[in-house]
């Protein structure tokens, strides 16, 4: 939420998303991008190098029904 996602299911919070994804990369460290518990729009496909990105979901929902199935790379 430091880059600006809002966290109610309705904004879409994928470039807040990406830029805290992206931070983590740019500072040349490793790091961890949390969820607090709300719910998380996300439209488009996210980039995570995880070698820099650790992700930790406390309670929060992901709502990512708008991005197509071939864009979710595991």
């Known amino acids: 939420m ?4 809002v ?3 309705v904004a879409d919070d994928t470039a ?3 830029s805290a994804f992206n931070s983590l990369v740019t500072s040349g460290y490793p790091g961890v991008v949390t969820f607090p518990g709300r719910t998380f729009r996300i439209t488009s496909q996210l980039d995570v190098d995880v070698s820099y990105c650790s992700i930790w979901i406390r309670g929060a929902k992901i709502d990512a ?10």
Do not use: C, P, T
């Open 65 to 74: 029904r708008e991005v197509s199935a071939a864009a979710i790379k595991l």
């Open 2 to 5: 430091d880059f600006g996602a």
């Open 16 to 18: 807040a998303i990406q």
């Open 7 to 9: 966290g109610d299911g």
